[in-house]
């Protein structure tokens, strides 16, 4: 029996375009909800999760950060994939034939020059694997969809225009998810990201004491984003990246003060960081 791989959306979205590039060996399981998806993997239904996390044109993906804690999965890898996005129609279709284009609400705006030049208009789905379900059952030569390669080969519809993203760096980041995860051994060859979420306790410059451990032990903090907590506007959580795996001495330094300062902390994970982090990287010290 195949090992399963749990997405959220349909047969055809992003997140299972990614599931098949990095994990072919495995099954893709599709879920209706991010909840969902992690759910598949606490109760064995699935073995491992692909969940974009963020989009370097979009920004963080909504709710992400609130389940990320709450599921007790840990953070096994990151994967990148950068999103090509296809104009796709039905047998017959044809730029000439087209008039609406219908996708999720940021596939749409990150095509929006391409569909004014083409003198398509847009038409909201809720997601772009969605939409081209839609667009094969409708048979309208004058509707068309945007989705990947994956969406035109499941839904049986033709590739009437090809990378008609606006921006060439579109591309988004997924955390990989199971159940239970060894942190990996550290190698000083090799470049990790450490996971966490944390929360500061309430005394005056709290989070400036918290983090200037990062910053006098020459940690790279590569993210640091904030939450409300149960609907105040007092409680603050934090998520973090930062380039370094815990047995280094200045990453457990830093995090030993950070745990002075913090009412909470929680690791999510160490993993090693993706070549294509890696190579962006290299390509901003070139």
Do not use: W
């Amino acid at each position: 029996m195949k090992l399963r791989i749990a997405y959220q959306g349909e047969p055809g979205a992003y997140s299972h375009l990614c599931c098949v590039k990095h994990y072919p060996d495995m099954e893709p399981y599709a879920c209706h909800s991010f909840e969902e998806a992690f759910t598949a993997v606490s109760d064995g239904s699935a073995d491992k999760a692909m969940i974009p996390v963020e989009n370097t044109l979009a920004g963080r993906v909504a709710d992400i950060h609130y389940l990320l804690p709450e599921s007790h999965l840990r953070i096994e890898a990151e994967k990148f994939l950068p999103i090509h996005h296809h104009l796709l129609g039905i047998k017959g279709a044809s730029l000439k034939t087209v008039k609406h284009a219908h996708s999720h609400i940021m596939a749409l705006g990150q095509c929006r020059l391409t569909l004014h030049r083409l003198g398509i208009g847009s038409a909201h789905a809720q997601d772009t694997a969605g939409a081209a379900h839609m667009v094969a059952e409708r048979g309208n030569l004058e509707d068309a969809a945007i989705a990947s390669r994956l969406a035109a080969e499941i839904y049986d519809l033709n590739i009437l225009a090809e990378n008609i993203e606006d921006a060439a760096h579109n591309t988004t980041r997924f955390l990989v998810m199971s159940r239970t995860v060894e942190i990996p051994d550290y190698v000083p060859e090799k470049s990790y990201v450490t996971s966490f979420v944390f929360r500061v306790r309430n005394i005056p410059a709290a989070l400036y004491k918290a983090l200037g451990g990062f910053a006098t032990n020459g940690v790279n903090m590569t993210k640091l984003e904030s939450y409300q907590l149960g609907g105040s506007f007092t409680a603050t959580r934090f998520y973090a990246d930062v380039a370094a795996h815990p047995e280094e001495k200045h990453l457990a330094l830093a995090l030993e003060e950070l745990a002075f300062f913090s009412a909470e902390i929680k690791m999510l994970g160490t993993y090693e960081a993706d070549l294509f982090r890696q190579r962006a990287l290299q390509n901003t010290q070139s």
